[in-house]
């Protein structure tokens, strides 16, 4: 009769896989994703109502460029809605698109000095804001285990 000292991974509790749910967010870290969630749903309504203006004002000369540009933002911004979704779920994956988006919504808010001086801060400021809920170790605890982003 043999002892086998190490368990298998077959005796541990199993994990649930990577981007599946294993159960909805609880607590601060259910907080920090609502806070978050407001945040990017705001962020994706804009981009809606950004793509729809766009095809309000495509013009003969330029269709091609009016439609795939209010295409993409309406996909991005749906995504972005599917996404927070999702993540309130208690799922995984979400959670690398949505801080590569608040990346992204980072660094394009500076592209956006020159114009009306309200469009930077709001950009920056709701961007640092999810950042800041998304990468928090409650988060990271919920989501993930005790892996970093």
Known sequence: ????????????????????????????????????????????????????????SVEAD????????AGFLGAFG????VAVVRILAGQTWPRGFLVFSQLLCLVLSFNFRGDAAWITPTMAVGALVALGCLV??????????????
Do not use: C, Y
Request: charged share 10%; proline share 12%.
């Open 62 to 69: 330029r269709v091609g460029l009016g439609v795939s540009t």
């Open 136 to 149: 928090s170790p409650p988060v990271t605890q919920a989501l993930g285990g005790h892996d970093p982003v």
């Open 1 to 56: 009769m043999t002892s086998n000292p190490d368990p298998s991974p077959a005796d541990e509790p199993s994990a649930s896989s990577p981007g599946q749910p294993s159960a909805a967010p609880r607590g601060r870290a259910r907080t920090l994703l609502a806070v978050a969630g407001a945040v990017v749903s705001a962020q994706a309504l804009g981009l809606l109502t950004i793509a729809a203006l766009e095809l309000r």
């Open 78 to 81: 749906a995504l972005l809605l």
